[in-house]
């Protein structure tokens, strides 16, 4: 557990929002990333900013978080926030809704996206804004984000989401 607190210490929690108290780490076997990206507290995905895991000693972007550096194993890992712009890599159109608040949006298509500023980096995520048939492999995208309610704590979320870029080159 002492390692653990040693290393949430290296993640800077004041870089996303997180006050580390006693009660936080409720199980000592939890990974760090667990911890600092599932925590009920942690606004890291929802708080209107794109951010990737960044290493402090060789510059290596990964996703999804871990508890070291993947490129040199270097514990000093944390949060960067990405500008959000990258390329569609593959594209996937739902026709089915799984679940009935999902209907009113099919078809939507769902994009793997490659970060332009976090090499390696490849993030899931809806396009907004559009027609699904619209989108090409290759096409340009920006992050946009979705404004949200939770239905049970009634806190406000900003879901990132995906719209083509017009304005990239």
């Known amino acids: 557990?002492?390692?653990?607190?040693?290393?949430?210490?290296?993640?800077?929690?004041?870089?996303?929002?997180?006050?580390?108290t006693e009660g936080f780490m409720?199980?000592?076997?939890?990974?760090?990333?667990?911890?600092?990206f599932h925590h009920p507290d942690c606004a890291y995905f929802t708080a209107?900013?794109?951010?990737?895991?960044?290493?402090?000693?060789?510059?290596?972007?990964?996703?999804?978080?871990?508890?070291?550096?993947?490129?040199?194993?270097?514990?000093?890992?944390?949060?960067?926030?990405s500008e959000g712009r990258g390329r569609i890599e593959s594209i996937a159109v739902v026709h089915h809704a799984v679940h009935p608040k999902l209907k009113p949006r099919v078809p939507y298509a769902v994009v793997l996206v490659s970060i332009d500023d976090a090499p390696g980096v490849n993030l899931l995520g809806n396009v907004v804004h559009g027609e699904p048939s619209a989108l090409r492999i290759g096409a340009r995208v920006r992050v946009v984000f979705e404004d949200t309610v939770d239905p049970d704590s009634g806190e406000r979320l900003l879901i990132p989401q995906w719209a083509l870029d017009h304005d990239a080159p």
């Open 26 to 36: 409720m199980d000592p076997e939890a990974s760090v990333s667990a911890l600092v």
């Open 48 to 81: 209107g900013a794109l951010m990737v895991q960044a290493c402090r000693d060789c510059a290596h972007t990964q996703h999804p978080p871990e508890d070291l550096c993947r490129a040199c194993g270097g514990h000093d890992v944390g949060p960067r926030r």
């Open 1 to 20: 557990l002492e390692d653990q607190l040693g290393l949430w210490k290296l993640l800077r929690p004041e870089d996303i929002g997180v006050e580390l």
